[in-house]
């Protein structure tokens, strides 16, 4: 408990001392393509996913970092020569974005983001390919534009893969990489 007050603390005091800081909520739509890059397993499009949670922005004199927690559901379609496979990632993603603001409204962004992997897993599967060993956590970045509009923004980001999301499906050797173009609106709380 005593922690908990002492990062609450430490919060407010950081978003005194800087004017440009705030606290507040997002979600959002992603449009992923995961390529298990594999011959056997051909990507069936681009598949919609969601993310919602909470943002921190710490800033002054032009520069800001916000880290953000959320939920994140993305997808995947797939077809080899018996099945059509289809994959479902849910993960909370940690992104930590460093960035600066120009002209009071727009801001340009980039950092890296942790995702742990809550409950993924493969479905319309046929007995051939029985396991999918997806990795508990990886690593990635993000970059994009950002539009505040008062207490109102708007985030446009890409999110690209530095580390495998799974080593293979069954017997199949794989090295995918997920990668999205991700857009959000948030509201600045406080």
Do not use: C
């Not at 950081?14 to 390529?35: C, N």
């Not at 974005?97 to 340009?108: D, E, H, S």
Request: hydrophobic residues 45%; glycine residues 12%.
């Amino acid at each position: 408990m005593k922690k908990l007050l002492l990062l609450l603390a430490f919060a407010f005091i950081a978003f005194q001392a800087f004017p440009q800081s705030g606290f507040g909520i997002k979600a959002g739509l992603s449009s992923t393509k995961v390529d298990f890059k594999n011959t056997q397993f051909a990507p069936e499009g681009a598949q919609t996913g969601y993310h919602v949670g909470v943002f921190g922005r710490l800033g002054g004199a032009g520069f800001f970092v916000q880290p953000e927690l959320l939920f994140t559901q993305t997808s995947g379609k797939f077809i080899n020569d018996q099945d059509q496979l289809t994959a479902q990632f849910n993960r909370l993603d940690i992104p930590v974005m460093l960035g600066m603001r120009f002209f009071k409204v727009l801001r340009l962004q980039a950092g890296p983001i942790a995702s742990l992997n809550i409950n993924s897993k493969l479905s319309e599967v046929s007995d051939t390919i029985r396991d999918a060993e997806f990795k508990n956590a990886t690593l990635g970045y993000q970059a994009g534009v950002g539009v505040d509009i008062g207490n109102l923004f708007i985030d446009a980001k890409y999110e690209g893969g530095l580390s495998k999301w799974t080593e293979n499906i069954g017997s199949f050797t794989t090295d995918n990489r997920i990668n999205q173009w991700v857009v959000s609106l948030g509201f600045k709380i406080f």
